[in-house]
């Protein structure tokens, strides 16, 4: 069973940063799909940004790219999301999220089928 934990979050002034990690285990493909998703109060879940592991590309929003960096580290089964340069409207729950077997990778949430517990952003 795919398990995937966040940290990470927490409270943070505009401009600052902070990075999550999701520690993933419960599978043993070497190479898949892995995403960062974000829920603020009232709005739709929303693609972040992903990673193709085992040596694929990388996803942005166009809001957050030049400022959020997504990475893998194979070692330690934990996925990053380094997030500089916050601003209040990056406030919101951001999940991590394993696309579905035989997906591309993509930013539509309807694409992962495994979640994360989620972590709070927030941005004053």
């Known amino acids: 069973q795919v398990q995937l934990v966040e940290s990470g979050g927490g409270s943070v002034q505009a401009g600052g940063s902070l990075r999550l990690s999701c520690t993933h285990s419960?599978?043993?493909?070497?190479?898949?799909?892995m995403g960062w998703f974000r829920q603020a109060p009232g709005k739709q879940r929303e693609g972040v940004a992903g990673?193709?592991?085992?040596?694929?590309?990388?996803y942005y929003a166009d809001s957050v790219k030049g400022r959020f960096t997504i990475s893998h580290d194979a070692a330690k089964n934990t996925v990053y999301l380094q997030m500089n340069s916050l601003k209040p409207e990056d406030t919101a729950m951001y999940y991590c999220?394993?696309?579905?077997?035989?997906?591309?990778?993509?930013?539509?949430?309807?694409?992962?089928?495994?979640w994360g517990q989620g972590t709070q952003v927030t941005v004053s």
């Open positions: 419960g599978y043993t493909s070497s190479r898949h799909c």
């Open positions: 999220a394993k696309a579905r077997p035989g997906y591309a990778c993509s930013l539509q949430p309807a694409a992962f089928g495994s």
């Open positions: 990673v193709s592991t085992g040596g694929g590309g990388t």
